[in-house]
């Protein structure tokens, strides 16, 4: 079979089926896998972060010095959004959510808990939880006093 031959049959035939037939997938099955909005989107994440960080053995040196860069660029961007005064309500969530990503690191990597128990993961997150929600009331307790 010549070459533009092959060509034409890979472009328009699927195992020489019909013309244009759809590939046979997962989505025709009863109760197909990875079924929802997401489809196989947290499976990839959790593959690729389980390649970046070494797997179940902990990560090399060069590793925790780029987790110490990408920290680095986070507190310089949050110092950076500090200079602004025309953010007006997104100031104070956009810091929060740059705190959090830095917890996260920092809890994640620096403090091994990924190679812990799930039960330390959860109270350092509430503990998080409960500091956020603390400063939040505060913060409109503030607002609600001063007008």
Same mark, same amino acid.
């Given at each position: 079979?010549?070459?533009?031959?092959?060509?034409?049959?890979?472009?328009?035939?699927?195992?020489?089926?019909?013309?244009?037939?759809?590939?046979?997938?997962?989505?025709?099955?009863?109760?197909?896998?990875?079924?929802?909005?997401?489809?196989?989107?947290?499976?990839?994440?959790?593959?690729?972060?389980?390649?970046?960080?070494?797997?179940?053995?902990?990560?090399?040196?060069?590793?925790?010095?780029?987790?110490?860069?990408?920290?680095?660029?986070?507190?310089?961007?949050?110092? @950076? +959004? %500090?200079? *602004?005064?025309?953010?007006?309500?997104?100031? $104070?969530?956009?810091?929060?959510?740059?705190? !959090?990503? #830095?917890?996260?690191?920092?809890?994640?990597?620096?403090?091994?808990?990924?190679?812990?128990?799930?039960?330390?993961? @959860? +109270? %350092?997150? *509430?503990?998080?939880?409960?500091?956020?929600? $603390?400063?939040?009331?505060?913060?409109?307790? !503030?607002? #609600?006093?001063?007008?």
């Amino acid at each position: 079979m010549g070459l533009l031959s092959r060509i034409w049959n890979s472009l328009f035939y699927h195992r020489a089926n019909d013309w244009w037939m759809l590939p046979k997938t997962m989505a025709g099955q009863q109760n197909p896998p990875f079924d929802g909005p997401m489809g196989q989107t947290a499976s990839i994440v959790k593959r690729w972060l389980t390649v970046v960080t070494s797997g179940d053995r902990h990560a090399t040196p060069w590793f925790y010095a780029w987790v110490g860069v990408i920290l680095a660029i986070i507190t310089l961007a949050e110092v @950076w +959004i %500090f200079t *602004f005064e025309t953010l007006g309500p997104w100031f $104070v969530p956009l810091l929060l959510i740059l705190s !959090f990503l #830095k917890f996260v690191m920092v809890v994640a990597f620096f403090m091994h808990l990924r190679f812990d128990n799930k039960l330390f993961t @959860w +109270i %350092f997150g *509430f503990g998080f939880t409960i500091g956020v929600a $603390v400063f939040v009331a505060i913060l409109a307790l !503030f607002f #609600k006093l001063n007008g």
